[in-house]
């Protein structure tokens, strides 16, 4: 059973960066696409980046597109979401996942999600 453990989170102001990761347990990691979700206080589980097992495939919210990357380094079992330019709206605890079924978009396609990170951002 793979596990995973987001980290990386903390304050910035608006127009700062932060890198979160996303560290897996277990050799299964390399065989799945993974994704990052946020959820700001009240509100529901937003889809905010994927990448495909290989790396070779990212896809992006429209929110987060230009700002925001996506990479895995498998022989670590990591993953990772570069976040810059960051805004107060960027404001929630993310999560990563792995990709089981259907959009990448959708939260039900995912499992393993660990216990997030909480990123808040002040202007």
């Known amino acids: 059973q793979v596990q995973l453990v987001e980290s990386g989170g903390g304050s910035v102001q608006a127009g700062g960066s932060l890198n979160l990761s996303c560290q897996a347990s277990g050799r299964v990691f390399n065989y799945y696409s993974v994704g990052w979700f946020r959820q700001a206080p009240g509100k529901e589980r937003w889809f905010v980046a994927a990448?495909?097992?290989?790396?070779?495939?990212?896809y992006y919210a429209d929110s987060v597109k230009g700002r925001f990357t996506i990479s895995r380094d498998n022989a670590k079992n990591t993953a990772h979401l570069q976040m810059n330019s960051l805004k107060p709206e960027d404001t929630a605890v993310y999560y990563c996942a792995l990709h089981s079924d259907g959009t990448y978009a959708y939260a039900d396609g995912y499992k393993n999600w660990g216990q997030g990170t909480q990123v808040t951002v002040s202007s």
């Open positions: 990448i495909s097992a290989s790396g070779g495939f990212t």
